[in-house]
Structures are given as C-alpha cells and as structure tokens.
C-alpha cells in the first residue's frame, strides 16, 4: 500500500484548532495553491473532512485525518472517494470513509459525503500510522 505523508493532515500544519466554526481560510488557501494537482487534491479533502465533521458532529472535535489509514483513497478527475480513511477526536481514533468533489482547482468544495465508523482500538494504531 502506497504512503503519503503529506495526506496525514493536521490542523496545526495550519496554525488552527479545532472548532464547531472552522472554515477554510485564505492562508489554507494560500498554501493549497503551492501544492501539485493531486496533494491540493487530497489536502483540500482532508481539511473538509475536518471542518464538516466538526460542524455537524458536536461530540466530536476533529483534529487529525489520514485518508489512507485502512486503504488508498481512490482519485477520479477532482473527487477522492477514501473508504479506509480515520480520524483523531479527543485521543481516539475512528475510522471514516468519504467521497469528496471539488472544482477544477481542487480547492471550491462541491460535495462532502461521509461516515463515521468504530473507534480504532490504541494496539492497531501503529499498523495503520495512527499516532496519538
């Protein structure tokens, strides 16, 4: 299975936290725009799973996601559809998978679809790059 690093995003690569109100900001934006095709992509995806969960999920305060923590995200044109993807809320991890659309800059979100799976227990975190 394929790694990429850069996809593990956290909040604070961005100098935020996590809250029920974050948005994308201009200089979330400002970094987007000085990555390749497919990181932007994959990024752009990874900061809308944080912000819809956080949003829509009040139990949960998101601030880690790794889209190919459980298996590769597939990309079609400006989608990523990532079924083995997680997310760290208040030390735990849980799985998520997702199917993001964006514009063609891959930065404009069109759609958002997720679900939330179990909790990841702590002795498969370091199989699947979870850290605490």
């Known amino acids: 299975m394929k790694r990429h690093i850069i996809a593990a995003l956290t909040l604070a690569a961005f100098g935020l936290t996590a809250t029920p109100t974050l948005a994308i900001t201009p200089k979330m934006i400002s970094s987007l725009k000085q990555m ?43 989608t990523v559809i990532a079924k083995g993807a997680a997310f760290r809320s208040g030390g735990e ?33 370091d199989a699947h790059y979870l850290v605490p």
């Open 93 to 125: 991890w849980r799985k998520l998978s997702f199917v993001c659309k964006t514009g063609p800059e891959r930065i404009e979100l069109k759609s958002f679809d997720y679900k939330i799976g179990d909790i990841v227990p702590r002795e498969n975190w």
């Open 36 to 78: 390749d095709p497919q990181t932007r992509l994959e990024q752009r995806c990874d900061i809308a799973a944080l912000e819809t969960i956080a949003r829509d999920e009040e139990r949960f305060k998101p601030d880690k996601v790794i889209a190919y923590a459980f298996a590769d995200p597939k990309f079609e044109s400006n």
